[in-house]
């Protein structure tokens, strides 16, 4: 027999014969009522889990991984406010359910059923995953299974405190809100996890508020690896910075105390804490998962005889709260209705084409408050000596440094983080003065973790802010891409654009540096980031191009809810020249305030028909430095700065190259997953032109002389004009 079947009758035979387990005798101050309302919730998450075992059994269904042995979270979710934002453990549904019951007007078992069956009328994801989350009640969806949810959480904490001294126009956590994070005793040994512990520790030290409730939910496994007995307790109890608690999941009275006492110290002291709640898993991991191949059968049994909801009985019998017969009515009642309404909700639509999964992709625009522009009189008292200094040619860094500055008197929201970006003013001195024009509350120096770093922005963006991280370098970002691809990217799409993570990381990024950092600061693969589904990604080449792609990028996350990553050469920071030295051909002036370069505009110079060198970043600066030697050459040519990657600019670029006798793709991302092999499937689907791409290796980028040596120059690139135009 399942095990699911087993546990059922097991608890149907022990409440009739009164044979329930020994425990503590109830106490503490959860009333009678609300008590038989979390044992409601406890009961209708064990229904919808059975349920979801048949539906998926007639292919009705899809992927059961259940609650079962957690419905003691239902106490918890009666201890919180519905305003506390939740980030929740997949095995939550009885924290949702409880929710549910503070709010009027929820339909949380029709809604649940809905995503069992991954219809398209599912009101959080559209029927594309099975999640928990609703709107209505401050649950935004997660799909992480490996507790990838935990940075954000932390983001999301302390952004009620930005919020106090800054509000954003889209703030949505009142100020006396704390935020609530569960996951399982498996995922906290995550780096991802310690990470975010640490992080929360090291702001609790140093007594900046950060009002976080996390909730370890220790059923002392994780699928089939044991944890060790005790380490939970052993490893959290004594972190500084970090209050630790610790309760009984089976029992809904002493976990409801805990959790308000929990709630109440870091609503009132501002500071983080750590809920260790002990739990049972029954049924396994997951559907398919079978216990029983990988624990002794006496284990899994013990287990479910110390089943919560029969503690649950015996804790509402002792209480007088409710006798046994009604708690067993209310189970029964509960399985009856759940099946009642599954049937209904088998019939309902699901997604059929493309088109229905890719809807959500992109969030929905929304509306902001218009924007003049920052005042002059501010803007000069703030800008001071650079006033005098904006007429004249500028490198690229000091104009995406006054490109900042503006964005930032404009918007009130905008707030920077990253490691040393804010007193140093970045490791190339992009953000220097920021931090003493608008302070450290908005100029936030991090710890040393990218993964915090994306973490507090996704977080941070959640309650309305306009983030604006910096990773240093772009080889650093490869340890925390997974908080853009599965949490930033994925949140609108599972919410059906409910949810958003607006924001513009900054990276400096690729090659050519001389003699400096060889990979690790020098990183030309940008495969990752073009990977991402409604990710933007835009490079410039020059400093007036950068500013006007900044702007465009802070108007894409403010208006629209896109997440952007503005990716910033660092050979190109400091270039004044082009061809000779002092010829200050490579700097510009910067642009009046209101001038943008809107997403998927290319830049095209020359009006040659001979060739097309279609190209970004490095690329194009070379492509310019070759440009006299390849119409010495008899070649008419035009370069086409491609600026926005992701997604390809197909539109502009082809009435770019329209006419054009050959096409040169530049490219000094890597041959095998570089940016050349989108842009040739594309021109040879829709062009005519001869085509050929010079791309750079693949290889890492070496320190010292050999820097450039994998990646092309001006010389490759005026020798495969020649080649491919035919005059060798």
Sequence with gaps: ????????????????????????????????????????????????????????????????????????????????????????????????????????????????????????????????????????????????????????????AYSIGAARRHRPEHASLPDDAIIFCSFGDASANHSTAQGAFNTAQWTSYQSVPLPLLFCCEDNGIGISTKTPRGWIGATFSQRPGLRYFTCDGLDIYDTYATAMAAAEYVRRCRKPAFLHMRTVRLY?????????????????????????????????????????????????????????VAAEVVTRPHLETAGDVMASLIPPARACRPSNGPDAAMRSDVFGSDMRAMGDPQPMSRLINWALTDLMLEHREIVMMGEDVGRKGGVYGVTQKLHDRFGPDRMIDTLLDEQSILGLAIGMAQNGFIPMPEIQFLAYLHNAEDQLRGEAATLPFFSRGQYSNPMVLRIAGLGYQKGFGGHFHNDNSLAVLRDIPGLILAVPSNGADA?????????????????????????????????????????????????????GEVGVA???????????????????????????????????????????????????????????????????????????????????????????????????????????????????????????
């Design 1 to 156: 027999m399942d095990r699911s079947a087993i546990v059922h009758e097991n608890f149907l035979r022990r409440v009739a014969d009164n044979d329930l387990p020994a425990g503590a005798d109830p106490a503490g101050p959860l009333e009678a009522a609300r008590a038989v309302s979390i044992y409601r919730s406890g009961c209708l998450s064990r229904a919808l889990d059975l349920t979801s075992r048949g539906m998926q059994a007639r292919r009705q269904g899809f992927y059961t991984i259940g609650s079962s042995g957690h419905e003691g979270m239902a106490a918890v979710a009666a201890a919180l406010r519905v305003s506390d934002m939740a980030f929740l453990h997949y095995r939550d549904a009885a924290f949702q359910i409880q929710r549910g019951e503070e709010v009027p007007g929820q339909s949380t078992t029709w809604d649940m059923l809905l995503s069992f069956a991954c219809s398209s009328e599912d009101p959080i994801s559209g029927g594309r995953h099975k999640v928990l989350g609703s709107r209505a009640l401050n649950i935004p969806p997660q799909t992480s299974t490996i507790a990838s949810h935990l940075p954000k959480a932390v983001g999301a």
């Design 547 to 599: 500013v006007r792609m900044l702007r465009e990028s802070v108007r894409l996350a403010r208006e629209e809810q896109r997440l952007v990553v503005f990716l910033e050469p660092i050979a190109l920071y400091p270039m004044r020249d082009l061809r000779t030295d002092e010829d200050g051909a490579w700097m510009r002036v910067y642009p009046a305030p209101d001038e943008r370069i809107a997403l």
């Design 606 to 728: 020359g009006t040659g028909r001979d060739l097309a060198i279609v190209t970004f970043g490095n690329g194009t600066y070379l492509a310019n430095q070759a440009l006299p030697d390849i119409a010495a050459a008899g070649i008419r040519a035009r370069i086409i700065d491609l600026r926005w990657l992701s997604p390809l600019p197909i539109t502009s670029l082809d009435a770019a190259v329209r006419g054009c006798d050959a096409i040169l793709v530049v490219d000094e991302t890597r041959h095998s997953g570089g940016v050349a092999e989108g842009l040739m499937a594309h021109l040879h689907e829709t062009s005519t032109a001869r085509l050929a791409r010079l791309t750079a290796e693949d290889s890492f980028i070496a320190t010292g002389p050999a820097y450039a040596a994998t990646m092309p120059s001006a010389g490759s690139i005026l020798r495969a004009a020649r080649d491919l135009v035919g005059k060798p």
């Design 284 to 340: 396994g991991h997951a559907g398919a998962d079978v216990a029983t191949t990988y624990l002794p059968r006496a284990e899994v049994e013990a287990d479910e005889a110390n089943d919560p909801l029969l503690h649950s009985v015996r804790l509402l019998t002792q209480s007088g709260a409710m006798p046994p017969d009604r708690a067993l009515d209310i189970y029964r009642n509960s399985l009856a209705r759940v099946e009642r």
